[in-house]
C-alpha cells in the first residue's frame, strides 16, 4: 500500500543537527513532492518546507531557511531532512507528507520521528 | 503570514451528536481549506480538502462548508471513532495550520 515510512526517534544536544529519512513505497515516488513538517506537544502541525522529488528543487519556509536542508534519492525512493543548530525549541514530532495535485493537500504521512533536544 | 483561529478549542459531546467546528482565517484563503483528524500518536489525516470535498474513503458524516475566511467542518452523526483533534490548514499562501479543536466524549 501507499505509505511513507520515517526514520527512528533521535536525541541530540544543542547546537548539533539530526538527519530524518522518509521512504516512500507503493506508488511513484517522482510524481510527487514531499513536504516536511514539525509538531510540537498540544500544537498544530507547522510547515518546513517541500522538496520535488523528480528535479530536487526546494522550497523552505523562511523560518528554517539557512538551518534546513530537504535532499532526496530517487534510486531508493527517500527523502531526507537535515536541521542543524538544535535548541530545545526544535524539539518536536517531525513528519514527512506527500502533496498530492489531486486534492493539493497532503494526503499520506509517515509516521512521525520525535526529535529530542537536551543537553 | 495566514492565522487559522480555531473553536471552540475543547468540544464536548456525546456519540450520536452532532459536532460543529469553526475555522477563521486573518484573510481571504478563497476555498483553499482543508480538514484533517489527528489521534494521539497517529499522524493527521486528510478529512476534507478546498473546504468541501470530502478524500477518498472518508464517511459521509464528515461534510465541510464556507469560503473566504469563514470555515465550519460538521460531523452530524459522532461514532466512538471520530473523538479526536481536528485540524484545519490554508494553502492559499505557503501552509498554516490552526490550533486544532479537541472533541472529547461528555
Known amino acids: 500500500q501507499v505509505q511513507l515510512v520515517q526514520s527512528g526517534a533521535e536525541v541530540k544536544k544543542p547546537g548539533a543537527s539530526v538527519k530524518v529519512s522518509c521512504k516512500a513505497s507503493g506508488y511513484t515516488f517522482t510524481g510527487y513532492y514531499i513536504h516536511w513538517l514539525r509538531q510540537a506537544p498540544g500544537q498544530g502541525p507547522e510547515w518546513m518546507g517541500w522538496?520535488?522529488?523528480?528535479?530536487?528543487?526546494?522550497s523552505y519556509a523562511q523560518k528554517f531557511q539557512g538551518r534546513v536542508t530537504l535532499t532526496r534519492g530517487t534510486s531508493i525512493n527517500t527523502a531526507y531532512m537535515d536541521l542543524s543548530r538544535l535548541t530545545s525549541d526544535d524539539t518536536a514530532v517531525y513528519y514527512c507528507?506527500?502533496?498530492?495535485?489531486?486534492?493539493?493537500?497532503?494526503?499520506?504521512w509517515g509516521q512521525g520521528t520525535l526529535v529530542t533536544v537536551s543537553s | 503570514e495566514i492565522v487559522l483561529t480555531q473553536s471552540p478549542a475543547t468540544l464536548s459531546l456525546s456519540p450520536g451528536e452532532r459536532a460543529t467546528l469553526s475555522c477563521r482565517a486573518s484573510q481571504n484563503v478563497n476555498n483553499y481549506l482543508a480538514w484533517y483528524q489527528q489521534k494521539p500518536g497517529q499522524p493527521p489525516r486528510l478529512l476534507i480538502y478546498d473546504a468541501s470535498n470530502r478524500a477518498t474513503g472518508i464517511p459521509a458524516r464528515f461534510s465541510g462548508s464556507g469560503s473566504g475566511t469563514d470555515f465550519t467542518l460538521t460531523i452530524s452523526s459522532l461514532e466512538p471513532e471520530d473523538f479526536a483533534v481536528y485540524y484545519c490548514q490554508q494553502r492559499s499562501n505557503l501552509w498554516t495550520f490552526g490550533q486544532g479543536t479537541k472533541v472529547e466524549i461528555k
Open positions: 507528507a506527500r502533496y498530492t495535485g489531486n486534492y493539493y493537500a497532503f494526503d499520506i
Open positions: 522538496i520535488n522529488s523528480n528535479s530536487g528543487g526546494t
